[in-house]
């Protein structure tokens, strides 16, 4: 009986170990692939110059649509827009409520395709929602 109950507490220390040990690695792992996925959104959002047309045209509802298609369920955003200033453009919030323990910043150098060529830094936030 004695043996069979150390048996356990061997098991479950092991278990317990094991998780702590390889938390870090899954966390480290996280936030390379929310930077890839970020860096991904951004450059197909803008593939044909459709980024920099919304920001042209401060149609933040578009931009926000547009990430919510192409962010996998499970992926919390916040997006500020900034002119060459570094002036916050974007006056309406463009996020589904960005929760997550670890929160990832990903910035993406944009311009606008009209006859005044305009630059612009998209600022994208992202997190797991676990």
């Known amino acids: 009986m004695i043996e069979a109950f150390l048996a356990?507490?061997?098991?479950?220390?092991?278990?317990v170990f094991s998780i702590t040990l390889y938390y870090p690695t899954?966390?480290?792992?996280?936030?390379?692939?929310?930077?890839?996925?970020?860096?991904?959104?951004?450059?197909?959002?803008?593939?044909?110059?459709a980024l920099g047309n919304f920001i042209d045209e401060s149609?933040?509802?578009?931009?926000?649509e547009s990430l919510e298609i192409l962010l996998p369920i499970g992926v919390s955003y916040n997006v500020t827009v900034y002119d060459e200033a570094m002036n916050q453009i974007n006056n309406s919030t463009m996020s589904n409520g960005l929760k997550g323990q670890?929160?990832?910043s990903v910035e993406?150098?944009?311009?606008?395709?009209?006859?005044?060529?305009?630059?612009?830094?998209?600022?994208?936030q992202?997190?797991?929602v676990r």
């Open 59 to 64: 149609n933040w509802t578009a931009v926000r």
């Open 26 to 49: 899954a966390s480290s792992d996280d936030e390379k692939m929310l930077k890839t996925l970020g860096m991904q959104v951004l450059m197909e959002l803008d593939n044909n110059g």
């Open 108 to 124: 993406y150098l944009c311009a606008s395709q009209s006859s005044e060529v305009r630059f612009y830094l998209v600022r994208l």
């Open 126 to 128: 992202l997190a797991l």
């Open 8 to 15: 356990v507490l061997v098991i479950l220390s092991a278990s």
């Open 102 to 104: 670890k929160i990832v």
